[in-house]
């Protein structure tokens, strides 16, 4: 355990000798007591010193930029050093990468994504919301042949979705090349809650679908959460709200990977994605909408 602590800067060392200091002032300590809390101990020691390096790797990469903070916050929330530790480096460099080259523009294109040409294979993850009504039902299985065309293998989709006719949007999107994961749950707090008459039922909650391109690449919570009354309709009957977004899209994706939806509506996700610093792919069928939504996300995206 001393070997591991002189790896520590002094400020850190001095923090867990007090912490150990105090343990050992307990009653009742033995040697199986000893050995378990020194193992607990050592993982957390592991981790703070991996999460002081790559915060050093970033500050003397980015000192003096504007997003420098923004890296420290993600180092410091722990998910990058959490899979650097597992061995999996792709996130935190990736993350660097991207901020080498930053700013990153959004692609927007006015069109059917069925018609759309989209690369193979090129794209991280599908954040979408498709309209609910039955009209519309058969996109969703066209969503789930178009993100196992574009899905990088390992890639994720996260559909939104009515409750009202889930048994049908579960069947269509039982397509080949694509595995439904899990059902998370969007919740929608407050007065904007919808009132579906024909059900009976004040709707609180929303499904978020889970589909992959092969296995899951991580550990999510399957809860995302929106502000209380935060349903912003000002650009789009059915939009979304920011703070809903940044929840999924935070939980869900790394800095610098690709996010794209092909229902672009009123822009939500594209503000969120690059506000957070995703690179954004965005697409729209009806053509006033998608100018509000390209001039609502160009207006909003941070400058480099």
């Known amino acids: ?45 592991n981790a703070d010193r991996t999460k002081y390096e790559l915060k050093n790797l970033a500050i003397q990469k980015f000192r003096g930029c504007s997003f420098l903070d923004y890296i420290i916050n993600e180092i410091d929330n722990g998910k990058y050093v959490d899979r650097w530790m597992n061995g999996v480096k792709t996130p935190f460099l990736d993350m660097m990468r991207y901020f080498d080259n930053y700013p990153d523009e959004p692609v927007l294109i006015n069109g059917d994504f069925r018609n759309v040409e989209i690369s193979e294979n090129s794209i991280d993850l599908i954040i979408t919301d498709p309209p609910y009504p039955y009209k519309y039902i058969n996109l969703f299985g066209d969503l789930a042949s178009f ?22 949007i579960y069947n269509l999107m039982n397509v080949g090349g694509l595995n439904y994961n ?92 690059l506000k957070l610093y995703r690179k954004f792919v965005g697409i729209e069928i009806d053509k006033n909408i998608f100018e509000i939504a390209t001039e609502r996300i160009l207006k909003n995206k941070p400058e480099g």
């Open 182 to 273: 899990w059902t998370l749950a969007y919740l929608t707090p407050g007065g904007q809650s919808p009132q579906l008459w024909n059900r009976k039922v004040n709707a609180f909650w929303k499904p978020v679908l889970w589909y992959t391109k092969g296995k899951p690449g991580f550990w999510i919570g399957d809860v995302v959460k929106s502000a209380v009354n935060d349903n912003d309709k000002n650009f789009h009957f059915w939009g979304q709200s920011e703070s809903g977004m940044a929840n999924l899209i935070q939980k869900v994706s790394y800095v610098g990977q690709t996010i794209l939806d092909p229902f672009l509506g009123g822009g939500t996700t594209g503000i969120v994605a």
């Open 147 to 168: 993100a196992e065309r574009v899905l990088k293998p390992g890639g994720s989709l996260f559909t939104m979705a009515g409750q009202s006719y889930l048994p049908e």
């Open 1 to 45: 355990m001393l070997k591991l602590l002189d790896t520590l800067e002094p400020e850190l060392k001095a923090k867990y000798v007090r912490r150990i200091n105090t343990y050992l002032k307990r009653k009742n300590l033995n040697r199986e007591k000893l050995k378990k809390y020194y193992k607990k101990l050592a993982k957390e020691i």
